[in-house]
């Protein structure tokens, strides 16, 4: 199963630089059904590849102007606090055991394979209805710079990247372009600063609370940046928009199979 998750660790890449965010979304479900982490475990593993993707991503971007440092900083301080905070001491202190309901024992690594599944279906959604496009369109509506807005969506999507450990560029790019005014693509680049930065800090709060296997963790993150190359190298010869499209379908079946395992056959 190590080989297949191996490849899968390059199709992750792959498609974060065609589509140019999502990718990160399989990154939990990889390292739990293939590589056979606790997807506590496996949320902590995906800040890091989440966030060394997400930081080699930025640079070019950073290069081009399209990173508002200044929204980042914004956006990405309260993000960072709450990841951080999240990973820290919230997650630890979540019991082994939650609840047990008509016999089916709800324990913290269904909780967390559950509430990424959920994020997956979300994130799909998104995907398939073409949400940027139609952000895109409005955003000239949109005029007013809403700090105090803002902040609080920082702390939200930190406290779910912290919970699932997903970059949560789906949440991120609407409130960028939708309460700071900016460009669809100056968003993505933005986008990608934030998810490095929260990610990656966020990673650091769970040293002291977990021991890592390094030859792993660095083994997928060298394969997914690899694959960000390939994806960047395709980008130029199929539409992403298609590509995203049929991507989100594949995401909403991978969270609905996800629900489905952890609820009916979770000691399979």
């Given at each position: 199963m190590h080989f297949i998750g191996y490849i899968a660790s390059l199709a992750i890449g792959i498609s974060l630089g065609l589509i140019g965010g999502g990718g990160s979304i399989l990154t939990v479900p990889v390292l739990v059904y293939l590589f056979r982490i606790s997807p506590v475990m496996a949320t902590a593993y995906s800040l890091f590849i989440v966030g060394s993707t997400s930081l080699v991503g930025a640079l070019p971007k950073y290069k081009k102007g399209l990173v508002n440092l200044k929204t980042a900083l914004i956006f990405g301080a309260p993000s960072i606090a709450a990841v951080f905070a999240t990973r820290k001491y919230i997650v630890p202190m979540i019991p082994e055991e939650l609840i047990s309901l008509g016999g089916f024992l709800i324990t913290k690594n269904i909780l967390m394979m559950l509430l990424f599944a959920i994020l997956m279906v979300t994130a799909s959604v998104s995907m398939i209805r073409n949400k940027k496009d139609n952000i895109e369109e409005k955003k000239v509506e949109v005029q007013k710079f809403n700090v105090p807005v803002i902040m609080v969506e920082?702390?939200?999507?930190?406290?779910?990247?912290?919970?699932?450990?997903?970059?949560?560029?789906?949440?991120?790019?609407?409130?960028?372009?939708?309460?700071?005014?900016?460009?669809?693509?100056?968003?993505?680049?933005?986008?990608?600063?934030?998810?490095?930065?929260?990610?990656?800090?966020?990673?650091?709060?769970?040293?002291?609370?977990?021991?890592?296997?390094?030859?792993?963790?660095?083994?997928?993150?060298?394969?997914?940046?690899?694959?960000?190359?390939?994806?960047?190298?395709?980008?130029?010869?199929?539409?992403?928009?298609?590509?995203?499209?049929?991507?989100?379908?594949?995401?909403l079946i991978m969270g609905i199979y996800i629900i489905i395992k952890e609820i009916f056959f979770q000691h399979i």
């Open positions: 920082g702390i939200v999507v930190g406290m779910v990247t912290g919970l699932v450990g997903a970059g949560g560029g789906f949440l991120i790019i609407p409130a960028l372009v939708l309460l700071s005014n900016l460009p669809m693509k100056q968003a993505i680049g933005t986008s990608l600063l934030i998810i490095a930065a929260k990610s990656l800090i966020g990673f650091i709060g769970d040293l002291s609370n977990y021991q890592m296997d390094w030859i792993l963790l660095i083994s997928v993150t060298f394969l997914a940046i690899i694959g960000i190359f390939i994806g960047n190298w395709l980008s130029h010869k199929v539409s992403s928009k298609k590509l995203e499209f049929v991507f989100g379908w594949f995401v």
